[in-house]
């Protein structure tokens, strides 16, 4: 015959794991995903703007569609002043947003035109249900399908990309 403390430990364990049982019943937060698809629906923070992005292992720097770059002093900083072009979610019209942010860095790079060098912002983005910090180069890219490119130096601490994937989960974040 179990002890007294036996059948006292057993009742415990029972009453643990049927209280785990119906926690498990509840629908549970949508955790963030460590492996993304190739192609994810991101936000713009605070603006809360969505676009469309290409999660793209073969670049390393993360690529922002900018339109109407103009660069600035501002304090004795190179700033530079952008257009980023959204649809109205209402009527699908194609909007300018405006920015400004201070030039991180100049990025060069080879293209068909020779030796380019484009701005580098920090941005905060969300995806998942996670705001990110992110370093983009700004160029214009109307004629891509995508207006982000996620880099690798952004890929890295975001998480892995599956390329039978896309749109793992949609950005949930609040400003």
């Given at each position: 015959?179990?002890?007294?403390?036996?059948?006292?430990?057993?009742?415990?364990?029972?009453?643990?794991?049927?209280?785990?049982?119906?926690?498990?019943?509840?629908?549970?937060?949508?955790?963030?995903?460590?492996?993304?698809?190739?192609?994810?629906?991101?936000?713009?923070?605070?603006?809360?703007?969505?676009?469309?992005?290409?999660?793209?292992?073969?670049?390393?720097?993360?690529?922002?569609?900018?339109?109407?770059?103009?660069?600035?002093?501002?304090?004795?900083?190179?700033?530079?002043?952008?257009?980023?072009?959204?649809?109205?979610?209402?009527?699908?019209?194609?909007?300018?947003?405006?920015?400004?942010?201070?030039?991180?860095?100049?990025?060069?790079?080879?293209?068909?035109?020779?030796?380019?060098?484009?701005?580098?912002?920090?941005?905060?983005?969300?995806?998942?249900?996670?705001v990110y910090r992110e370093q983009f180069s700004l160029r214009d890219r109307q004629a891509q399908?995508?207006?982000?490119?996620?880099?690798?130096?952004?890929?890295?601490?975001?998480?892995?990309?599956?390329?039978?994937?896309?749109?793992?989960?949609?950005?949930?974040?609040?400003?």
């Open positions: 015959m179990p002890s007294p403390v036996l059948r006292l430990l057993a009742l415990g364990l029972f009453a643990f794991t049927g209280t785990c049982a119906v926690a498990a019943d509840e629908p549970a937060p949508s955790a963030q995903p460590t492996t993304w698809g190739w192609a994810e629906t991101i936000k713009l923070m605070p603006e809360e703007t969505a676009l469309k992005a290409r999660l793209d292992t073969g670049a390393q720097t993360s690529t922002m569609d900018a339109r109407n770059i103009v660069r600035i002093k501002k304090n004795n900083e190179r700033w530079v002043q952008y257009d980023v072009m959204v649809a109205d979610p209402a009527t699908g019209k194609e909007l300018r947003l405006p920015f400004e942010r201070k030039i991180e860095r100049v990025l060069k790079f080879h293209s068909a035109n020779g030796v380019e060098r484009s701005p580098v912002v920090l941005m905060d983005v969300c995806l998942g249900n996670k399908e995508y207006p982000v490119l996620l880099g690798r130096r952004s890929l890295e601490h975001m998480g892995s990309v599956d390329s039978s994937k896309t749109q793992t989960l949609a950005p949930s974040c609040k400003p």
